[in-house]
T-cell receptor
Framework: NAGVTQTPKFQVLKTGQSMTLQCAQD?????MSWYRQDPGMGLRLIHY???????DQGEVPNGYNVSRSTTEDFPLRLLSAAPSQTSVYFC????????????FGPGTRLTVT | GESVGLHLPTLSVQEGDNSIINCAYS??????FIWYKQESGKGPQFIID?????DKRQGQRVTVLLNKTVKHLSLQIAATQPGDSAVYFC??????????FGAGTTVTVRA
């Protein structure tokens, strides 16, 4: 199993550009989530999903959209990037529909200029 | 061993000593707590979790203690090794769907 994979590893965007951060897992996990991590801080939950077709907002959802059309994939979309969205983004998944023992991906480092 | 009374951002510990990392949580409704380890350039890695109906749980070289009265969580690492150098985060959940992370403690192991 590859576990949780994220692409790209690094990305630089200009203000106003849009992009999608990809996240995939091959463990048949129901629960998936997106976090952002800013320097010197803990992770903050952006959005989460308890299964295909079901998503909900986390602590900091503004400026981000998600969808969950399959169990495996959970992409995060930035519709109009802002410098405040410069951060490291982590995707995670866990067995079942709850957040126990989440497995995290390696992260995507995003810079918005 | 060395310990942090209140949450401090860094902890330096001698190799072989025990480490104690403290965490205060704010939501009295939280009933599930997790400790994660994050090495440089990597995603967080699950260490151990505990439910609010327990006050202690042990894993391999790690013990988590929960004091609900004062809303305090601690992680004890026995015989700290160089590979334990990392940032440690506590996280809490009140509803099994949303996890809130603390600010993290950077542990440095001295040889």
């Amino acid at each position: 199993n590859a576990g949780v994979t994220q692409t790209p590893k690094f990305q630089v965007l200009k203000t106003g550009q849009s992009m999608t951060l990809q996240c995939a897992q091959d463990m048949n996990h129901e629960y998936m989530s997106w976090y952002r991590q800013d320097p010197g801080m803990g992770l903050r939950l952006i959005h989460y999903s308890v299964g295909a077709g079901i998503t909900d907002q986390g602590e900091v959802p503004n400026g981000y959209n998600v969808s969950r059309s399959t169990t495996e994939d959970f992409p995060l979309r930035l519709l109009s990037a802002a410098p405040s969205q410069t951060s490291v983004y982590f995707c995670a998944s866990s067995p079942g529909a709850l957040l126990y023992e989440q497995y995290f991906g390696p992260g995507t480092r995003l810079t918005v200029t | 061993g060395e310990s942090v009374g209140l949450h401090l951002p860094t902890l330096s510990v001698q190799e072989g000593d025990n480490s104690i990392i403290n965490c205060a949580y704010s939501n009295s409704a939280s009933d599930y707590f997790i400790w994660y380890k994050q090495e440089s350039g990597k995603g967080p890695q699950f260490i151990i979790d505990i439910r609010s109906n327990m006050d202690k749980r042990q894993g391999q070289r790690v013990t988590v203690l929960l004091n609900k009265t004062v809303k305090h969580l601690s992680l004890q690492i026995a015989a700290t090794q160089p590979g334990d150098s990392a940032v440690y985060f506590c996280a809490e959940s009140a509803n099994d769907y949303k996890l809130s992370f603390g600010a993290g403690t950077t542990v440095t192991v001295r040889a």
